[in-house]
């Protein structure tokens, strides 16, 4: 088996920051179990697999793909930054020559576009809901001890529990909070919750590195302990923070160690674009 395999920082401009994503390309049809085992190899919180639907579809003319994406624990639904590794892939390595992709995938099909300053996402806007702290206070209380939160939802399609902390935080806080992960498959262990957002109200318009809101992700529950920057998680943080703010276009930041930044647009259709850049930092062939 020989694949072509590329490693590619997503929702950066530069390499070594960002989110890495390593994306497989497939000629053929992969043994099932293989998907999982390569991810389990790449050991980075998602690997993409971009599959031809035809047999007569290439990777430089073709405009619509299968993708599917896996941690190293499991499959999962939705994964922004591992697409936006994808079409990164095939438009400056593939030089596919559309300038929107669909990508066929379990969320039904996404669209990455190219733009002058990166690729576009057309993704899924999910709601949350307002949850009740006492039934997911010791969650909380684990991962975050006393930390002050403003606000707790929870989004049904996604399975995130969105924790917005204290307006009376700032940038640095939560850049810097301890956040335990390890206990937290001991406390939630019922399928509800499958990821932890932490978010906080950024700071006022005007400022030339002014961001609208701040978040930072994590998802031990499928095998990521924290993932650098997420393009699912801002389906749900785009809709909470659009009505938060009363704003359709946001800039967005993830606090991880690495750090991301989102530009994000929420369409009248009940949908959501999100751009970013990618740097493509490996290219090579896996062989097994």
């Avoid at 939160?149 to 399975?159: A, G, K, L, M």
């Avoid at 961001?211 to 529950?221: E, I, K, L």
């Amino acid at each position: 088996m020989r694949l072509p395999l590329f490693i590619a920082d997503a929702f950066t401009a530069k390499a070594f920051c960002g989110n890495p994503a390593a994306v497989c390309l497939l000629e053929n049809k992969l043994d099932e179990d293989m998907h999982q085992k390569i991810a389990r190899e790449m050991n980075l919180s998602e690997t993409a697999f971009i599959r031809k639907l035809h047999p007569n579809d290439n990777f430089t003319q073709s405009s619509c793909f299968g993708l599917r994406w896996f941690t190293p624990a499991s499959e999962v639904p939705l994964c922004g930054h591992a697409t936006l590794a994808s079409a990164a892939v095939l438009f400056h390595k593939s030089e596919n020559v559309n300038s929107t992709l669909t990508f066929v995938t379990l969320s039904g099909e996404l669209k990455a576009r190219r733009a002058e300053d990166g690729i576009v996402l057309d993704l899924p806007l999910y709601p949350a809901h307002p949850q009740d702290f006492h039934e997911v206070e010791d969650l909380i209380k684990t991962a975050i001890r006393d930390t002050l939160v403003q606000e707790i939802c929870y989004s049904p399609d996604t399975q995130n529990l969105l924790v917005r902390l204290s307006d009376t935080y700032d940038r640095s806080f939560l850049e810097g909070l301890m956040v335990n992960t390890q206990d937290l498959l001991q406390v939630e262990n019922t399928g509800k919750v499958k990821g932890l957002i932490l978010t906080l109200k950024g700071e006022p318009g005007g400022q030339s590195q002014a961001f609208d809101f701040y978040s930072r992700y994590f998802a031990p529950w499928v095998g990521v302990a924290e993932d650098p920057v997420t393009g699912s998680t801002h389906t749900v943080l785009s809709s909470y923070w659009s009505q938060q703010l009363g704003k359709k276009e946001m800039r967005a930041f993830q606090c991880s160690h690495r750090g991301g930044e989102l530009m994000i647009s929420v369409r009248a259709d009940g949908r959501v674009d999100i751009r970013g850049g990618a740097a493509i930092v490996l290219e090579g062939t896996l062989t097994a």
